[in-house]
């Protein structure tokens, strides 16, 4: 776990859990799509929220 400074604990872990619930989101919606190019889309947003959580 993260060592986050006192006062940005709140802001920072609901900003990590709703990254982490669009992955999924983004992952599921896009699996739903018709197009190859509209699926496509939602993977690359979701891999763009994990690398926002990683970072």
């Known amino acids: ?3 986050f ?3 940005e604990t709140f802001g920072l872990t609901s900003q990590l859990r709703g990254a982490v619930v669009s992955i999924a989101s ?3 919606e896009g699996s739903a799509r018709f ?3 509209e699926y ?3 993977p690359n947003t979701a891999y763009g929220l994990a ?4 970072y």
């Open 1 to 3: 776990m993260h060592d």
């Open 5 to 7: 400074p006192r006062e």
């Open 26 to 28: 983004n992952t599921v």
């Open 35 to 37: 197009s190859e190019a």
């Open 40 to 42: 496509l889309h939602f």
């Open 51 to 54: 690398r926002e959580v990683e």
